[in-house]
């Protein structure tokens, strides 16, 4: 119990027994510290030439006794704060102050993230006296965003904080305004940007903005963003410590619930940070996968979406339970299926497995059914694209469905297929599939294998992209890298520009022009006809599909007459 935190080395046996008999000493409870104590403390740290503090607790005992050096204290891991806790530790930490300095920004950030009652310095003088006295306590939430008070006072006598009425006044404050919060419903995010050696400032901040619009589909409020470039992630906490706590003293003004990193944390980064804060912590990945939760409908769909949350989930099972229901939480506590709190590996694993078999039964069904479909020899066309490109609103429009269409990222996850038909009778089916995005989760695409096998059956794809997007070529290329993975760059493909009913008239197709793509608007069907043509001309003009099998589709469909289409093109609906 009477040990001595921090930096002990080369202290004599008489200082450090000095030291170790301030253990013995007590505090009237309400007083932030009485001036024997405050003596002892000046006189030990005179002697020593080192900061010395001690951590009281509500009672007025001692705590822990502490020695740093002479411009700074250290101190020892006196445990974390709860995730949203509205309670503050329930200890004070006074110090000593060699240099006549007042509180230091390390003073501040110890009392905002270790969430202690106050934070007390005490200069020493010359003559190992105490001098004046600095002190900080914390604030509730206010118009100026202060996080803290600070007070001065010329003596110990002096100072007129009540040690056990100011933190329980706080604390009810606190409790109050999270009480508010709460039913405000959704959680607070900050978003924290990476750029760096790999990732110039411009790429970083695109790729900012487009985690913005995937916090917003997550259904998460943003509540701020900012960039971090340094050259190289450091290791342990990818940001660099310093700006961590900066963020953190950010979050506790902001009230914020989630920080949300856009890159890829590693394991034990995740979990590093996670120890560190007493906030959720999410990255890109886990924002998608968290977006394709909340969006798969059918069960195939959920199994997929369960299994890719799982396989991401597995190697970060390491840490402490407190960070780990953090990081397992998901947005709303949506976690993956099972794991909400009480997970295990060995049972994460073991539905891994079972999952992965569901999933692979699920690929062969599919193949069935995609051999029978084959076997009409329908030519198969295939969109694809960047999410939110408009790939199901030009299925729509194609075939005059009704496939769900919504600005929001990832709103199709289920593949849907459709038959159109083009003039002379020829007959393709069309599908629309799940978006793509940049760097799209390996675990996903592994899961998603199923839903994405189907495009190895396309004669055709579709690449569709949003014309007015000032990220079109990164969305293009990205796109790209994605059909290479999935080993489909020997299909043939068309780019389709998409949305040019934004763009001034002329340049989405001036846009087209220069990459060999179709200029389309799929609202106002602009550019439909010359689609329809392009790709008529790709599937049969280019001796694709042969005559033989267009003849005999031909002859199989006629349950309903079909409707006109721009560009002579006609719909069967297939349901
Ligand atoms: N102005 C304009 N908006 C369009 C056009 N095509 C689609 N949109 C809009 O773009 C948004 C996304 O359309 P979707 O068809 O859902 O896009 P998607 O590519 O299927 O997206 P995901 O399924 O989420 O990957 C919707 O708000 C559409 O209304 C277009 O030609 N012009
Ligand atoms: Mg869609």
């Known amino acids: 119990m009477e040990e001595i935190h921090g930096n002990t080395l080369g202290l004599k046996q008489s200082q450090l027994h000095a030291l170790r008999r301030t253990y013995r000493r007590r505090v009237d409870a309400s007083r932030v510290i009485s001036p024997e104590l405050a003596r002892h403390l000046t006189e030990v740290s005179r002697e020593t030439n080192r900061q010395v503090g001690v951590l009281l607790d509500r009672k007025g005992d001692v705590q822990w006794v502490v020695v740093g050096d002479a411009g700074k204290l250290t101190l020892p891991d006196v445990g974390r704060a709860r995730a949203g806790s509205h309670r503050l530790r329930g200890l004070r930490l006074v110090h000593t102050h060699l240099r006549g300095e007042p509180l230091t920004r390390d003073d501040h950030t110890d009392l905002a993230l270790l969430r202690l009652d106050s934070v007390t310095a005490l200069e020493v003088r010359e003559d190992g006296l105490p001098g004046k006295v600095h002190l900080a306590h914390l604030l509730p939430e206010n118009a100026q965003g202060a996080l803290w008070k600070d007070e ?124 560190t804060t007493s906030l959720k912590i999410l990255d890109r990945t886990q924002l998608i996968l968290d977006i394709f939760a909340q969006r798969a409908q059918s069960a195939d769909g959920k199994l997929q979406v369960e299994l890719a949350q799982l396989r991401y989930l597995y190697p970060r099972l390491v840490g402490r339970d407190d960070s780990l229901s953090r990081l397992a939480g998901g947005i709303g506590g949506r976690g993956p299926g099972e794991t909400k709190l009480e997970i295990d590996r060995r049972r994460v694993r073991d539905r891994i497995t079972q999952l ?67 003039p002379r009778d020829r007959e393709v089916i069309i599908t629309d599939t799940v978006g793509f995005i940049r760097d799209l989760p390996e675990d996903l695409v592994t899961a998603f294998r199923a839903t994405l096998e189907e495009l190895d059956d396309a004669d055709l794809l579709l690449h569709v992209a949003d014309a007015a997007d000032p990220r079109l070529d990164g969305h293009v290329e990205a796109v790209e890298k994605i059909l290479a993975d999935l080993g489909l760059s020997g299909t043939p493909r068309l780019l389709v520009l998409n949305k040019v009913d934004r763009l001034p008239p002329g340049q989405g197709e001036a846009l087209a022009h220069a990459r060999g793509a179709v200029a389309v608007s799929a609202l106002s069907r602009q550019g439909l006809p010359e689609l329809l043509h392009r790709c008529d001309r790709m599937l049969w003009a280019d001796g694709k599909v042969s005559l033989a099998e267009v003849t005999r589709s031909a002859g199989e469909s006629q349950p309903e007459p079909p409707r006109l289409l721009p560009g002579g093109a006609t719909v069967i609906r297939t349901g």
């Open 356 to 422: 992965e078999r569901r999933i692979e039964a699920l690929s062969s069904d599919r193949q069935v059914r995609r051999k029978r479909r084959n076997l009409r020899g329908l030519p198969v066309v295939s969109i694809v694209g960047y999410t939110n490109a408009g790939k199901s609103t030009l299925l729509n429009a194609l075939t005059e469905s009704e496939v769900l269409a919504e600005d929001k990222l990832f709103a199709t996850l289920d593949p849907t297929s459709r038959r159109l038909r083009f």
């Open 152 to 275: 001065t006072a010329p003596t110990v006598h002096d100072l007129d904080y009540d040690a056990v009425a100011g933190p329980l006044a706080l604390e009810e404050e606190f409790a109050r305004a999270s009480a508010l919060r709460r039913t405000g419903g959704r959680e607070r995010a900050i978003l924290v940007g990476v750029g760096g050696r790999g990732r110039p400032r411009a790429e970083a901040e695109a790729s900012l903005e487009e985690l913005k619009e995937l916090a917003r589909t997550a259904g998460v409020e943003v509540i701020d963003a900012m960039l971090q470039v340094r050259r190289d992630p450091d290791p342990r906490t990818l940001i660099g410590r310093g700006k961590l706590e900066e963020i953190l003293l950010r979050s506790m003004q902001l009230m914020a619930d989630i920080l949300v990193f856009d890159a890829d944390l590693s394991p034990s980064q995740a979990i590093h940070i996670a120890e």
